[in-house]
């Protein structure tokens, strides 16, 4: 059985974008960037809402260019071998490879594709996230968390949600980030 896993950037005070919509400071370098794609490897499926799954489709074109850092370039083909689910309501058709498109966010369906999947599955963005954790079918939190205090914006873990978690790992990186595994018990 498959693991889910809600993996985000997110500010020091736990936010994943600011109160303008904007998400600029939370741009890994090199060395986080690397992590980010050491903690994706087990992926084979990523759900994401539509606004998100805008943002990373990004990955679909970026250039595969000698001159581009090699952690891009991983993190590309990375995530172009990936499935992708995007829930929207709104969104036509996918812009990338490997890419379905479902109306509503289903908590069966989900757990059947973790009873399913060879390879573990990555939830991305806070509102989608936030249905996934109120059905309890997240079993990893990967947080990433930046040197930043925002003041205000979208959640990176809703409210009225109760976990209890076991650490699995913490790592510090030289810019000042720091990233916290957690399991979810029970």
């Not at 812009?95 to 989900?110: G, Q």
């Not at 973790?114 to 939830?123: G, P, Q, Y």
């Not at 509102?127 to 205000?152: K, N, S, T």
Request: proline share 6%; glycine share 6%.
């Amino acid at each position: 059985m498959a693991r889910l896993i809600y993996s985000m950037l997110t500010s020091l005070d736990g936010y994943t974008e600011d109160a303008e919509g904007k998400f600029g400071w939370a741009a890994p370098d090199e060395e986080v960037h690397a992590y980010a794609n050491e903690l994706a490897l087990p992926v084979g499926t990523y759900l994401y809402g539509r606004r998100m799954y805008e943002t990373m489709v990004y990955w679909e074109t970026a250039p595969d260019t000698p001159d581009e850092p090699p952690v891009f370039r991983d993190w590309a083909r990375q995530w172009r071998a990936a499935e992708k689910v995007v829930y929207s309501s709104t969104l036509p058709e996918p812009r990338s490879a490997r890419t379905r498109i479902e109306r509503a966010f289903d908590p069966d369906a989900v757990r059947r594709l973790k009873a399913e999947a060879d390879r573990d599955i990555a939830v991305a963005g806070p509102d989608l996230a936030a249905h996934a954790l109120r059905a309890g079918l997240v079993d990893e939190i990967q947080m990433i968390a930046f040197p930043v205090v925002v003041g205000g914006g979208k959640r990176f873990l809703p409210d009225r949600v109760r976990l209890d978690l076991n650490l699995i790992e913490s790592r510090c990186f030289g810019n000042g980030v720091a990233a916290l595994r957690y399991a979810v018990r029970g």
